[in-house]
């Protein structure tokens, strides 16, 4: 059996750009790439805190340090500058692999800079 488990996180990442007339894709600054171990062209799926929209699409690197998470393309009608979103990417492995796997959280601020680093959500009280 095989299981699709949460790889990383970015979360609250604020929109910097959206650009129409690009060629797609979201450019996330390299450092937030290494943090999390998202690859250039890696599958992403954002979910945009701010108007709730969810959509599929690649990750590209912006320039290190600069905290640009800019939503391209056509996705670009899907998210606004200063909307928060979460960034996630996943992973397929086996069952014992899953079991020993911890995922790469990355909280940001609204600059997009890393406040706090995890590989455990806490349980949620009832």
Avoid: W
Wanted: glycine letters at 6%.
């Amino acid at each position: 059996m095989h299981l699709t488990l949460l790889k990383a996180k970015l979360h609250r990442a604020c929109v910097t750009h959206a650009e129409l007339d690009y060629d797609g894709s979201c450019a996330i600054d390299a450092k937030l790439l290494t943090a999390t171990g998202i690859v250039e062209f890696e599958q992403i799926q954002i979910y945009n805190i701010t108007n709730g929209e969810r959509f599929t699409t690649y990750a590209i690197k912006a320039e290190p340090g600069s905290g640009v998470i800019s939503v391209n393309g056509a996705a670009a009608h899907k998210a606004r500058v200063g909307d928060r979103l979460i960034i996630c990417s996943y992973a397929v492995m086996d069952a014992a692999a899953a079991h020993a796997f911890r995922p790469r959280l990355i909280y940001l601020d609204e600059r997009n800079r890393i406040v706090r680093t995890a590989n455990t959500i806490p349980v949620q009280a009832a």
